[in-house]
């Protein structure tokens, strides 16, 4: 009788985990839909999205900064970076970046078809952004929309001899920090 009680509580124990956590944050899994996918789950905080990571990479960075446009300093520009780190090193054969949220279909932002070697001490992150694009209300109305700013890319990351690695990593920004980001390119 006792092992069965035993066995029984610790079946409810196993039912009451504690909940996620990241960086002193709760964990939740925020529904988002995704260009062609459907509905998916991926994990936030309040403090905002966690990096998608798999067994073998992590996404280290999916966002945007602004500056000056080389071309015409009275004009802005907004460039898309893109981080992935490996957990060893791997010789990648591709690696494509797409929206898939909010777009009703995929759009590819990157395409990296001779990425190489990361995660040995010389090279240890894959990186790529894309080409300046005109920060202008024409250009990129999500920067000055009075709304947060919410995306979801595509990661698929294809290694040497390996089955390709899909990563959905969400990115938002908060109105608050699209205005700082605006007024930096004023001045």
Partial sequence: M???C???LGLCLMGCAAPRSYMGYRVVDFPFEIAG???????????GPIPAESDRFKVEVAGFVV????RDPKQGEVTWRFVVSAKKEVELTNVTVEEVTPSKEARL???DEAPGKIGNPKDVL????????SASPADSPW???DKASIYVFRFTINERGQAPVVLYQ??????AAKQAMLKAIER
């Fill in 6 to 8: 035993a066995l029984l």
């Fill in 126 to 133: 894959w990186r790529a952004s894309t080409p300046p694009a």
């Fill in 109 to 111: 932002i990157i395409k």
């Fill in 67 to 70: 500056g000056q446009s080389k």
């Fill in 2 to 4: 006792r092992l069965l």
């Fill in 37 to 47: 996918v459907g509905t998916v789950g991926l994990p936030v905080t309040d403090g």
């Fill in 143 to 145: 920067l000055y929309s």
């Fill in 170 to 175: 969400p990115a938002w920004f908060a109105v």
